[in-house]
């Protein structure tokens, strides 16, 4: 294959994955929310020059930043324990010594 033609295959998902660092699985996400297609099913591909690869890159880049930042959550206040006890149904039978086996 010439340098010529290699230059003219399309970039796929895995090589531009491979390239941003993240798995093609990430990329993928990242590319359905922020840069909807309007042919649903079809792969993505793109041709080496094309400018929307940089800014996949940064899209990309962006999603990794958030996601290793924890995330801030509110603690939920803790609800205090109040001691309940059992209380014998009406007309049940009081359980002795031996049953409990204490």
Same mark, same amino acid.
């Given at each position: 294959?010439?340098?010529?033609?290699?230059? #003219?295959?399309?970039?796929?998902? #895995?090589?531009?994955? &491979?390239?941003?660092?993240?798995?093609?699985?990430?990329?993928?996400?990242?590319?359905? @929310?922020?840069?909807?297609?309007?042919? $649903?099913?079809? @792969?993505? @591909?793109?041709?080496?020059?094309?400018?929307?690869?940089?800014?996949?890159?940064?899209?990309? &880049? &962006?999603?990794?930043? @958030?996601?290793?930042?924890?995330?801030?959550?509110?603690?939920?206040? $803790?609800?205090?324990?109040?001691?309940? $006890?059992?209380?014998? $149904?009406?007309?049940? #039978? #009081? /359980?002795?010594?031996?049953?409990?086996? /204490?």
């Amino acid at each position: 294959m010439t340098q010529e033609t290699q230059e #003219k295959q399309p970039i796929t998902v #895995k090589q531009l994955a &491979n390239q941003a660092g993240v798995k093609p699985s990430v990329l993928r996400r990242v590319l359905r @929310s922020r840069f909807p297609r309007e042919t $649903k099913g079809k @792969s993505y @591909s793109w041709q080496p020059d094309d400018p929307q690869i940089e800014l996949i890159l940064k899209a990309v &880049n &962006n999603h990794k930043a @958030s996601a290793t930042q924890p995330a801030e959550k509110a603690e939920a206040p $803790k609800a205090e324990k109040s001691e309940v $006890k059992a209380v014998p $149904k009406p007309g049940a #039978k #009081k /359980a002795t010594k031996s049953e409990t086996g /204490a």
